[in-house]
């Protein structure tokens, strides 16, 4: 038996160094060939492959085209597939890759679901599957990627409400849900989320009001977009919580009421300011309102309820606000409730001004020769007002207009 020994102690250690070189590459018992594997499925559920984005995959090697493994462990971090219009379901198997920190499927033909294994995928960071056809409901599995910084699902079919669980998301800096089919009301739970820089989640069905604290808690938002939906209410933006990051407001198309709050002026890096198809009324802003937006290109209110100053005929106060809109290009104020005449001052509006939209108010009087030093506009449009006298000559000095309309006016004298 002692003969045995040495022989059992050396097979010992061999056994010990097979598996001190199997955890080099292996993880909890999961190693990048377990990764192959898990792409091989992927592989074979594959419908669609036009373009022939796989067709170097198979080798021993597994970091195939649109694959990036870690230098050191050999194991899968990164699965970029975008725009390859590959056909398939998403493979449930994609959440057996523990190491996966970003992955693009985006701009293909992936139906079905998001699997809830993906809520597995612990070290993710970057997911995108927008302009897909997947359906069924947003998981509230993808809550548990507290890594994930960013999350893209636009532009799908996806049904149900926008999941609570998503507030866990602490990390997380852009959340894109837009273009689907999501109802119910904006989850309280997403104002957590204070690292949010990005979040679109409009073009879907969702209904109530924007929660009251979303711009307080989200103070660091550079891109809020919730239009076309059926949201009501005001818009709660306080003065108490400045957006000084603010970029871009999109708020078009639902039910909301109420005026425009004054604490937006604070906002002085807008650039877009979209606000039309609303029941928003009152005044028109003036003042100091616009004054310190020096960035803002696109201004939007058309098609709400919003009036003249003071209920007078005076449209001067809101178009001397947009004076220091150095920047500014298109001007929509159509299809209000305005009164008055167009004011000389809207001649010293911004010099790259391209469209100036007033239709469909009840703006009266002649059109002021000062309109001309717009050199700049390629679409006028005054049409159903109450303009009268003559079409000023210097009109015809604009020599970058492609469309002017002044029909359903009462205006008189030679064309």
Known sequence: MAAWRPRLITIHNLTFLL?????????????????????????????GDP???????????????????????????????????????VSPAHGNLSHL?????????FAGSVPPEFGNLSNLKFLDMSWNTLARMVLPELGNLSRLSCLDLSENFFVGAVPPQLGKLTQLEELSLSGNQLEGSIPGELTRIRSLVYLNIGENNLSG?????????????????????????????????PLHNLEF????????????????????????????????????????????????EFLHLSVNFFTSQRNTTSLEPFFASLTNCTSLKELCVARNDLVGTI??????????????????????????????????????????????????????GMRQLELIDLSDNMLSGDI
């Open 51 to 89: 373009k022939g984005a796989l067709a170097g995959w198979g080798s021993p090697n597994v970091c195939w085209t649109g694959v990036a493994c870690d230098a050191a462990t050999r194991r899968v971090v990164k699965l970029i597939l975008s725009e390859q219009m590959l056909s398939a379901e």
């Open 209 to 241: 009001r924007i929660p009251a604290a979303m711009f307080c808690n989200l103070s660091a938002l550079g891109y809020f977009d919730v239009s076309s939906n059926f949201l009501d209410g005001e818009i709660p933006i306080r003065v108490d919580c």
């Open 249 to 296: 407001l999109g708020l078009w198309s639902n039910k909301l009421h109420g005026g425009i709050p004054h604490s937006l002026s604070n906002s002085t890096k807008l650039r877009w300011l979209l606000l039309m198809d609303n029941f928003l009324a009152g005044e028109l802003p003036s003042d100091d309102m616009f004054s310190g937006m020096r960035s803002l």
């Open 101 to 109: 920190k970003s992955l693009d499927l985006s701009e293909n033909n």
């Open 19 to 47: 598996f001190l070189l199997h955890s080099a590459t292996s993880v909890g018992g999961v190693s990048d060939e377990d990764d192959r594997s898990v792409l091989l499925v992927f592989m074979a559920g594959v419908t």
């Open 343 to 396: 004011p000389p001052i809207i001649g010293r509006l911004s010099p790259g001004l391209m469209h100036l939209h007033l239709e469909f108010n009840k703006i009266f009087g002649p059109i002021p020769t000062n309109l001309s030093y717009l050199a700049n506009l390629t679409v006028l449009n005054l049409s159903g007002n109450l303009l009268n006298c003559s079409i000023p000559q210097e009109i015809t």
